[in-house]
């Protein structure tokens, strides 16, 4: 009775030990860092899920389905995948720019064998140049001075803009969702792109318990829904 | 002799069993009609056509599943602005800033992500269709049934253009040859235009095979294929109008995107159809209890006698088809289960009824000089308003079923503090001048599911029968697809976008005139806001608003994604563009001043329930839904909607 007790007990140990090892896949392990940048300079996005992403798509697997990957506040992406041959596309419309040559459709094709960082070129409609935040005490408010660059200047694709904001907030993570204090100026009412000036008060309820704020420069540009965002600063209080 | 007789025993055997051979496998099936047995009878046709009419596409499978507004759906109506959703697994929909890309999106039975895309249904329909030539039945049944199929097929294409434009339209059983290539069935998209001729055309060319009467409002009729006719141009003609506006969702193959040329030609065939229904004389608007102008609109969608039902889909209690949209929505006051209080509309949808002089304001809750206005009766801030909206919604101090709902959210003293509690009627004892109850039986009850959490109920739809709000009883009150006030309201529309602003004052007025408006509209009030502002409030919890908002063009200017203030909430009443992407609520409190006047009087206060988190975002993306990557690796000739 015991013997068999033992033989079954050894039997059922072997048998896990065998199904463990073989139906799991590894985890995929190579890292897929980088950037999305203009000229080098990585450009700010709203980061998030349903926001901005590209598309990596692997064939031979058998259907055909993108992993999406997301773009985080300040330009960089990063992505857990299998070694192997991707294909990299822009999805129409996302993001505040358009790819490299100005036209959808061209792919980048990716190969992984170990951890890789790329970084991908792309077109946006405009660049936020020399973004300077300075705080005042005397009147607690955020002001920014920064240009704005027009760099799609093809006129079938050039777009205008319908908003510039400067944005305050506690965390990191600002933007026009996440903040707590906003103001903006009509696209309509700037007369020059250049060396702008915004200024907001950082409300009351940041004297409490925060020793910083974050501010950031945001560009709604008319008829694309992904906003152009500077990098958030970090301003002590 | 014995031997003799066993063999012909065994050779009368062998005999017979040879015998019913040849028959063995011939027994004709008792399970199941062929094809050719159901063509040959009229009421077995009928049977398969009521299979199709039960597929029609205004929800879609089980209530869980499926992401159309309807009553088996309650929860699909607090998406956007209309109503705030109380139960604690629906509160995920006022806490989800983006809209997905697939919205309005099938439920998980449908594969993962799909928008509605059902060919399986296209396909059996063009079967039903393909019979026309060889069916035996007699030629009066054959004619409306094809119409009928016709008329569902339609529908379908209608339904799909909404969603992602242009689709392929297919009007033949397809059939699969088992060569190993199956490319000769897939097909492009047509233009989103062609899907809207198609289907105007198809309505045009059916019309009149069908009855023209009220006998059955759940089949088609003539006026069911004109309203929709006069709905599909309508859309056809904005997209066309507006599309423009925002390029950015038009696709430069046509598949989305009507040319701006275009605009006219559909707003002329959409009056032309609105007219001709008109002009029939079947329809009418409701107005049997015009002595309550509130409980005379509330009846127009629980009267099945209601001449103003033009096509609508059917319950009826103790066959199985019955719909849970009382049980799911009762006050706490007249629920007949321990559940209900659902769906709670909003302060944005409440503030936007008109008052009766034709002004916009919104309820008075301060007097000039910034102090709260007190008011005798709880009902009193919103007496003289247009009478759709006691008719739509239940405010505090209404009744349903013949209970009055006891809707408070507490006590505030003349200092401005407030007493409350936190159940459901909550009593306490106030500076010791003797027990009160501070919180109604109904609520308000922030983040408490079931509770009212914006200060009202839903009326629309709310069957006020025996027996509604139990779970093995429930409603067969109707859905109500096409109704003649939403005719009236597209020929205005149709008519206003057509330089005709008298005719459109004239089609709103009547509208207007059964909600208790006095004035009628002239010329120069008729403009894109107010005709906005109409089938807003008309049309509440119909299932309208998404659609309109998107053929507008108007989508992502109202629901941008950025939060709202409770000044925003009741300013800008009258502009279509107002930013409504936050649901607010509006909280009935009692003065206390022991021994004094005012003592027990009512005041409110705007309110934002604490479980609405984010502000709706609606992408550039969200103007065509985007097609399921299944569907484009199955047909790479499928091109992709824009933004996505």
């Known amino acids: 009775m015991k013997k068999s007790f033992l033989y079954s007990a050894g039997l059922l140990l072997l048998l896990g030990a065998a199904a463990c090892k073989k139906d799991n896949y590894t985890a995929p392990g190579t890292d897929f860092t980088g950037h999305i940048t203009y000229q080098g300079e990585p450009i700010g996005v709203q980061q998030g899920n349903g926001n901005v992403y590209f598309e990596l798509w692997q064939s031979g697997y058998g259907k055909l389905t993108p992993i999406n990957v997301y773009i985080a506040q300040d330009g960089s992406f990063s992505a857990k995948l299998y070694d192997g041959t991707y294909r990299m596309d822009f999805p129409t419309g996302q993001g505040p720019y358009l790819p490299p040559g100005g036209h959808y459709g061209d792919t980048t094709t990716i190969t992984l064998s170990g951890s890789k960082s790329q970084d991908f070129e792309v077109m946006p409609y405009y660049m936020i140049r020399n973004a300077k935040f300075a705080f005042s005490a005397a009147d607690s408010s955020i002001t920014a001075t920064f240009s704005l660059d027009t760099i799609v200047k093809d006129p079938a694709l050039v777009k205008g803009i319908e908003k510039v904001y400067l944005l305050e907030n506690a965390q990191v993570i600002s933007d026009l969702q996440y903040n707590v204090a906003a103001t903006s100026v009509d696209g309509g009412s700037l007369t020059s792109l250049q060396n702008f000036n915004m200024k907001i008060k950082v409300p009351a309820s940041q004297y409490q318990g925060h020793t910083a704020a974050f501010a950031r420069i945001g560009v709604k540009i008319a008829g694309v829904d992904d906003m152009l965002y500077s990098q958030a600063e970090k301003i002590n209080l | 002799m014995k031997k003799l007789a066993y063999i012909l025993i065994g050779g009368a055997l062998c005999w017979s069993a040879c015998k019913s051979d040849a028959d063995f496998l011939q027994h004709s099936p008792s399970n199941i009609l062929t094809d050719d047995q159901v063509w040959a009878h009229s009421d077995l046709v009928l049977s398969v056509l009521a299979d199709l009419y039960d597929r029609y596409p205004d929800y879609n499978t089980q209530s869980n599943n499926a992401t159309a507004q309807s009553l088996e759906n309650w929860a699909e109506f607090a998406n956007f602005d209309e109503a705030f959703p109380s139960e604690a697994g629906q509160y995920y929909r006022v806490q989800n800033a983006n809209l997905d890309y697939f919205y309005p999106q099938l439920g998980y039975s449908n594969g993962p992500y799909s928008t509605y895309w059902d060919y399986n249904y296209l396909r059996d329909l063009n079967l039903f269709i393909s019979k026309d030539s060889s069916a035996t039945i007699?030629?009066?049944?054959?004619?409306?049934?094809?119409?009928?199929?016709?008329?569902?097929?339609?529908?379908?294409?209608?339904?799909?253009?909404?969603?992602?434009?242009?689709?392929?339209?297919?009007?033949?059983?397809?059939?699969?040859?088992?060569?190993?290539?199956?490319?000769?069935?897939?097909?492009?998209?047509?233009?989103?235009?062609?899907?809207?001729?198609?289907?105007?055309?198809?309505?045009?060319?059916?019309?009149?095979?069908?009855?023209?009467?009220?006998?059955?409002?759940?089949?088609?009729?003539?006026?069911?294929?004109?309203?929709?006719?006069?709905?599909?141009?309508?859309?056809?003609?904005?997209?066309?109008?507006?599309?423009?506006?925002?390029?950015?969702?038009?696709?430069?193959?046509?598949?989305?995107?009507?040319?701006?040329?275009?605009?006219?030609?559909?707003?002329?065939?959409?009056?032309?159809?609105?007219?001709?229904?008109?002009?029939?004389?079947?329809?009418?608007?409701?107005?049997?209890?015009?002595?309550?102008?509130?409980?005379?609109?509330?009846?127009?969608?629980?009267?099945?006698?209601?001449?103003?039902?033009?096509?609508?889909?059917?319950?009826?209690?103790?066959?199985?088809?019955?719909?849970?949209?009382?049980?799911?929505?009762?006050?706490?006051?007249?629920?007949?289960?321990?559940?209900?209080?659902?769906?709670?509309?909003?302060?944005?949808?409440?503030?936007?009824?008109?008052?009766?002089?034709?002004?916009?304001?919104?309820?008075?809750?301060?007097?000039?000089?910034?102090?709260?206005?007190?008011?005798?009766?709880?009902?009193?801030?919103?007496?003289?308003?247009?009478?759709?909206?006691?008719?739509?919604?239940?405010?505090?101090?209404?009744?349903?079923?013949?209970?009055?709902?006891?809707?408070?959210?507490?006590?505030?003293?003349?200092?401005?503090?407030?007493?409350?509690?936190?159940?459901?009627?909550?009593?306490?004892?106030?500076?010791?001048?003797?027990?009160?109850?501070?919180?109604?039986?109904?609520?308000?009850?922030?983040?408490?599911?079931?509770?009212?959490?914006?200060?009202?109920?839903?009326?629309?739809?709310?069957?006020?029968?025996?027996?509604?709000?139990?779970?093995?009883?429930?409603?067969?009150?109707?859905?109500?697809?096409?109704?003649?006030?939403?005719?009236?309201?597209?020929?205005?529309?149709?008519?206003?976008?057509?330089?005709?602003?008298?005719?459109?004052?004239?089609?709103?007025?009547?509208?207007?005139?059964?909600?208790?408006?006095?004035?009628?509209?002239?010329?120069?009030?008729?403009?894109?806001?107010?005709?906005?502002?109409?089938?807003?409030?008309?049309?509440?919890?119909?299932?309208?608003?998404?659609?309109?908002?998107?053929?507008?063009?108007?989508?992502?200017?109202?629901?941008?994604?950025?939060?709202?203030?409770?000044?925003?909430?009741?300013?800008?009443?009258?502009?279509?563009?107002?930013?409504?992407?936050?649901?607010?609520?509006?909280?009935?409190?009692?003065?206390?001043?022991?021994?004094?006047?005012?003592?027990?009087?009512?005041?409110?206060?705007?309110?934002?329930?604490?479980?609405?988190?984010?502000?709706?975002?609606?992408?550039?993306?969200?103007?065509?839904?985007?097609?399921?990557?299944?569907?484009?690796?199955?047909?790479?000739?499928?091109?992709?909607?824009?933004?996505?």
């Open chain 2, 138 to 644: 007699g030629q009066g049944d054959r004619t409306r049934y094809m119409a009928e199929a016709r008329f569902l097929r339609a529908a379908v294409y209608f339904e799909e253009a909404k969603r992602v434009g242009g689709v392929p339209i297919i009007t033949a059983p397809m059939t699969y040859d088992y060569s190993g290539d199956p490319t000769y069935l897939q097909h492009p998209r047509n233009k989103e235009s062609e899907v809207y001729d198609f289907v105007i055309s198809e309505l045009e060319a059916i019309k009149d095979s069908l009855p023209n009467d009220l006998n059955d409002r759940s089949r088609a009729s003539k006026g069911a294929a004109l309203a929709m006719e006069c709905r599909a141009a309508l859309y056809a003609g904005s997209i066309a109008k507006f599309g423009a506006t925002k390029a950015a969702a038009m696709l430069p193959g046509g598949e989305t995107g009507i040319p701006a040329s275009m605009a006219d030609g559909y707003y002329q065939k959409a009056l032309k159809a609105a007219q001709e229904l008109i002009g029939l004389n079947t329809y009418s608007l409701y107005t049997k209890k015009s002595d309550d102008l509130s409980d005379n609109f509330a009846s127009v969608f629980t009267d099945k006698s209601s001449p103003e039902t033009i096509f609508a889909k059917d319950y009826k209690l103790k066959s199985g088809k019955v719909e849970g949209w009382t049980l799911s929505n009762s006050p706490r006051t007249s629920q007949e289960e321990q559940q209900g209080g659902r769906l709670n509309p909003s302060l944005n949808l409440v503030a936007i009824f008109e008052k009766l002089d034709n002004t916009f304001a919104p309820p008075a809750i301060t007097n000039t000089d910034g102090t709260p206005k007190l008011y005798d009766k709880p009902q009193d801030i919103f007496a003289g308003r247009d009478a759709r909206l006691e008719g739509t919604v239940i405010v505090p101090g209404a009744s349903f079923k013949g209970f009055t709902t006891d809707i408070l959210a507490g006590w505030v003293r003349p200092d401005g503090s407030i007493v409350s509690g936190t159940k459901f009627g909550d009593t306490k004892d106030i500076d010791g001048k003797g027990e009160r109850e501070v919180v109604g039986v109904d609520g308000p009850l922030d983040g408490i599911e079931l509770a009212t959490q914006t200060g009202f109920f839903i009326r629309k739809y709310m069957d006020p029968s025996v027996g509604s709000g139990r779970i093995g009883t429930q409603s067969e009150v109707w859905w109500i697809r096409f109704r003649y006030a939403e005719v009236l309201l597209n020929a205005a529309e149709a008519a206003f976008e057509l330089g005709q602003p008298a005719v459109a004052a004239d089609y709103l007025s009547q509208v207007r005139a059964r909600a208790g408006f006095k004035t009628p509209l002239t010329a120069a009030d008729v403009t894109f806001d107010r005709i906005v502002h109409e089938r807003k409030v008309e049309l509440a919890f119909e299932g309208h608003e998404f659609y309109d908002m998107k053929r507008w063009r108007i989508a992502d200017v109202v629901w941008n994604g950025q939060k709202m203030t409770a000044t925003d909430v009741v300013s800008d009443l009258s502009n279509a563009k107002r930013i409504n992407t936050q649901v607010y609520g509006l909280w009935p409190y009692r003065y206390f001043s022991p021994g004094t006047a005012n003592d027990g009087k009512w005041l409110y206060k705007v309110v934002k329930p604490s479980r609405v988190t984010e502000a709706h975002n609606f992408r550039m993306g969200n103007y065509y839904s985007a097609i399921s990557q299944d569907i484009l690796n199955n047909n790479p000739k499928i091109v992709k909607n824009p933004n996505q």
